[in-house]
């Protein structure tokens, strides 16, 4: 199994019938992930690091996808205003986007000087890191580019409760510790307490499974590339 099949999505032209099973079939795969997860890297289920935050030269904030996207970007602006941090990062989002589109699509808080903002645009060698390692992976790759340009060392990496385990996986794959401090702040959820308690979200539930899954494949397939 490579990344695409295991961080993309499937087209199938399965019956009701199919599908229903397959999709029990995902649950029990899910569960077997996270307890293989849990177990070999004995992971903690909540990633929050709001507490110790005293500084930040800069809050990167994941792409997700509508509301969580939104509910991401709201975060990360908010949390850039608090410390008044020097730039906000997008690490990855399409090149005809610019910072008067974010503001208007979402009805972000300000106000933000365009001039702090850093939008990371895919190329060649970032695809070559989708292909094999999945966007979390690429956007810790492309947040590395971009911060070690910057002359950065302290940030906040922002990003759905229930995805920030994989985010932290990723990015301390690609930063070395001794160089950079990196705080994992959620900020995905409308609703507070499912920032915490992601894993009870029925509304979440279908991504919640299927990033179990992408857990187990981050877990082994991060260990074998480092930028």
Not at 51 to 68: H, I, M, P, W
Not at 134 to 143: D, I, L, R
Not at 167 to 183: C, G, L
């Amino acid at each position: 199994m490579n990344a695409r099949q295991l961080f993309g999505k499937k087209c199938s032209m399965a019956g009701p019938t199919d599908r229903k099973a397959a999709g029990w079939k995902k649950v029990a795969l899910a569960t077997a992930c996270l307890f293989v997860v849990l177990c070999l890297g004995r992971l903690p289920l909540v990633v929050d690091d709001r507490d110790q935050v005293q500084r930040l030269d800069a809050v990167v904030v994941l792409a997700g996808k509508g509301e969580q996207d939104a509910a991401r970007m709201i975060s990360g602006v908010r949390l850039f205003l608090n410390y008044d941090a020097r730039y906000l990062i997008l690490p990855l989002r399409h090149r005809f986007l610019n910072w008067d589109w974010f503001v208007r699509r979402y009805g972000l808080p300000g106000p933000v000087r365009e001039t702090s903002v850093v939008i990371g645009t895919l190329d060649g060698e970032i695809q070559d890191y989708i292909e094999c390692c999945g966007g979390t992976y690429a956007e810790a790759v492309k947040t590395y580019q971009l911060v070690s340009r910057l002359g950065i060392n302290c940030f906040a990496v922002v990003s759905s409760s229930y995805h920030l385990l994989r985010a932290r996986m990723a990015f301390q794959r690609v930063f070395p510790d001794a160089d950079y401090r990196i705080y994992y702040v959620p900020g995905g959820n409308s609703n507070p307490r499912l920032d915490l308690l992601w894993w009870t979200s029925g509304a979440n539930l279908r991504a919640v499974f299927e990033e179990y899954k992408k857990l187990l494949g981050g877990y082994f397939i991060y260990k074998a590339y480092r930028p």
